[in-house]
């Protein structure tokens, strides 16, 4: 059973940074795509930053410019480099690894972007 574990959520203030972290359990990581997607009440989860296991990524538009996806395969983890942060970015934050057939979530970790 895969385990991942995000942190690095908190309160920060507009136009602030934030650093996510997401650790995967297993001996095999660096072959999995890895993901950040986010979360708010009322509303469906959306994808906001995706990595493959060759380092190629793409993000959502609205994150473009500000967020940064990348991973240590040597540390089992990838992180989401978040700047420039806004009140719209205000979520619960989940990672997730996909496998073929199979994919795995974190428990997700709070992001509030306020004043």
């Known amino acids: 059973q895969v385990q991942l574990v995000e942190s690095g959520g908190g309160l920060v203030q507009p136009g602030g940074s934030l650093r996510l972290s997401c650790a995967a359990s297993?001996?095999?990581?660096?072959?999995?795509?890895m993901g950040w997607y986010r979360q708010v009440p009322g509303k469906q989860r959306e994808s906001v930053a995706r990595?493959?296991?060759?380092?190629?990524?793409n993000y959502a538009d609205s994150v473009k410019g500000r967020f940064t996806i990348s991973r240590d395969n040597a540390k089992n983890t990838v992180y989401l480099q978040m700047n420039s942060l806004k009140s719209e970015d205000t979520a619960v934050y989940y990672c997730?690894?996909?496998?073929?057939?199979?994919?795995?979530w974190g428990q997700g970790t709070q992001v509030t972007v306020s004043s």
């Open positions: 297993g001996s095999i990581f660096s072959i999995y795509a």
């Open positions: 990595i493959t296991g060759g380092g190629r990524t």
């Open positions: 997730k690894q996909e496998r073929i057939g199979e994919e795995y």
